[in-house]
């Protein structure tokens, strides 16, 4: 099955600063791949994916590419925001029929004013 | 709202308790999951059903059983409650034809056996 390795958290920013987080993964094939988030006391929700090599997924500011090359989809944000504080989950999803996700640990980030 | 409604919202068993945690999707997706998350171990798939009629044990089985009851609920029971099962629980469901679709989640279902 898939595997996923994501940057250790917490990250702490300050507003405005420009944000990294790193994800890798290792799968069979070429497996579309997504950014989840997950604000406090909430579910997980769809931030961004990207289906093919070279994609770039974007939202609400964030991007990530596909990099089939180096097995990577790094997110990243220019300018963070005290409301982009929540906890990432990179997440590439198997060839099977029941296209199961799997996740990596998650980053927490926290944003200061 | 269209999405996955999730019952309850929390709860607490005793140790040996046995519950059942409600999944209900109105998407008209074909697969839907259970997932446990714990602090510092991200989401680990516990069952899943690809479609009606079929579920199968993801990462973490042991001590759970599931429930395709039609195509828009997927039940997760516990028979046994014990400690280690304490965990915020979240169902999702997905498209399962075609590629690129990722889930929708429900609010959780956080659960404490003490």
């Known amino acids: 099955g898939n595997s996923v390795t994501q940057m250790e958290g917490p990250v702490t920013l300050s507003e405005e600063a420009f944000l990294t987080i790193n994800c890798t993964y290792t799968?069979?094939?070429?497996?579309?791949l997504f950014w989840y988030v997950q604000y406090p006391g909430e579910g997980l929700q769809l931030l961004l994916k990207?289906?093919?090599?070279?994609d770039k997924g974007s939202n609400k500011g964030f991007e990530a590419t596909y990099r089939k090359e180096t097995t990577s989809f790094h997110l990243e944000k220019g300018s963070v925001q005290v409301s982009d504080s929540a906890v990432y989950f990179c997440?590439?999803?198997?060839?099977?029929?029941?296209?199961?996700?799997?996740f990596g640990s998650g980053t927490q980030l926290t944003v200061l004013p | 709202n269209a999405g996955v409604t999730q019952t309850p919202k929390f709860q607490v068993l005793k140790t040996g308790q046995s519950m059942t945690l409600q999944c209900a999707q109105d998407?008209?997706?074909?697969?839907m999951y259970w997932y446990r998350q714990d602090p510092g171990m991200g989401l680990r798939l516990i069952y899943y059903?690809?479609?009606?009629?079929?579920?199968d044990k993801g990462e973490v089985p042991n001590g759970y059983n599931v429930s395709r009851l039609n195509k828009r609920e997927f039940s997760l029971r516990l028979e046994s409650a014990a400690p280690s099962q304490t965990s915020v629980y979240f169902c999702?469901?997905?498209?399962?034809?075609?590629?690129?679709?990722?889930?929708?989640f429900g609010s959780g279902t956080r659960l404490t056996v003490v």
């Open positions: 999702a469901s997905s498209e399962a034809t075609g590629g690129g679709y990722g889930y929708t």
């Open positions: 799968a069979t094939g070429y497996p579309s």
């Open positions: 990207a289906t093919k090599a070279d």
């Open positions: 997440a590439p999803v198997n060839s099977g029929s029941a296209r199961q996700l799997t």
């Open positions: 998407m008209n997706h074909n697969s």
């Open positions: 059903s690809a479609s009606e009629g079929t579920t």
